[in-house]
Structure formats: structure tokens, C-alpha cells
């Protein structure tokens, strides 16, 4: 069985950090080989969730509505990038943002999708064959640790294998 790649942001995941990570995983898919039947193409998945902004005192400054807007344009990054499916985690206005970001920047069907937290993403990447990574795609990763441990349950409940990568290749379990 081939691994699913996952590029995990570290701990609070940081804008700067998550548009670093969209770009490799976009970088990675286009150097992979087709495999399987003629066009079949690696695909990428996002599942973000709340992202910190940037670092230390300059987040402290930072109002609601630029947050949000900071997390608009991850949103609309992602569909620059082509990113295959983007799951939006969490119930804030940012989240939201990043979620309409996508929309206003063409993601249109079923690409991106909203849901309130977790234990839905979960229940949405198990239960949907459509919003299902298979083996040899690639998953960006970034929000609060219970996202993390979303993920880490597909090892179990769908017999994945994950292959961590990024900033941080430490499973949320093994720190």
C-alpha cells in the first residue's frame, strides 16, 4: 500500500506557514508520476482549520476583521494552487472566511466545504467516497491539535498509512 502524504504546520499554525505548505504540496503533485488509469493525477487535499496570524506582538495588533481577511486569502490561495478538495474546520468568523475565500475565487461543486469542528471532518472524510483521500495523495494539515487527531484516526478506522512531513513530522501523539 502506497502512504498518503501529510504536511503538517507545526503546533499554531501561522498563515505564512500554511501558504508555504499549499505551494510544496502543489510543487510535489507536479513532479509525481501518473499512475493508475491515463490522467489520473495525484490530488491534494487542505484541511485547515483556525490559523494564527502573524507571530507575537504584530498578532496581539491585528483586529478581528484582518484576520479574517488574512484567512480570505489563504482561501482564495487555495484555488490559485488547484487544490483538489479544501475542508474548512471550525465554527469562527476566520474559518468562515477562509470558506468564502474559496468561493469567491471560483472554487465551485463540491471542492470546498464548511464544517463546525473536528469530529465532522472526521465523520465527512469516512462516510463521503467524494471527500475521502486514497493513497498517494497529498493532505496540507493545519489547525488545533483535535484536527490533528482527526486525521490520525484514518490509520485506524480506514487502515491508512500517513507519511507526516512538513515543519513538523511528528505526529500530535508521539510529542
Do not use: F
Not at 469530529?119 to 493532505?139: C, K, M, N, Y
Amino acid at each position: 500500500m502506497t502512504a498518503m502524504t501529510v504536511l503538517r504546520a507545526t503546533g499554531s499554525a501561522g498563515v505564512a506557514q500554511i501558504r508555504e505548505l499549499l505551494r510544496t504540496a502543489a510543487e510535489l503533485r507536479s513532479r509525481a508520476p501518473v499512475s493508475g488509469p491515463p490522467g489520473v493525477q495525484v490530488r491534494i487535499w487542505a484541511i485547515i482549520g483556525e490559523l494564527d496570524l502573524p507571530d507575537g506582538a504584530a498578532q496581539a495588533a491585528m483586529s478581528e476583521n484582518e484576520r479574517v481577511v488574512e484567512h480570505d486569502l489563504v482561501g482564495r490561495l487555495v484555488v490559485r494552487l488547484a487544490i483538489d478538495k479544501t475542508l474548512c474546520v471550525g465554527d469562527s468568523r476566520s474559518v468562515r472566511a477562509l470558506y468564502q475565500g474559496a468561493i469567491m475565487e471560483g472554487s465551485w461543486g463540491d471542492e470546498v466545504r464548511l464544517v463546525p469542528d473536528a469530529a465532522q471532518a472526521l465523520t465527512v472524510t469516512v462516510e463521503d467516497d467524494s471527500w475521502r483521500p486514497a493513497a498517494g495523495d497529498i493532505v496540507v494539515l493545519a489547525g488545533p491539535d483535535d484536527l490533528v487527531a482527526a486525521v490520525e484516526q484514518w490509520q485506524t478506522v480506514l487502515g491508512y498509512e500517513l507519511a507526516w512531513a512538513g515543519d513538523d513530522a511528528a505526529r500530535a501523539g508521539d510529542k
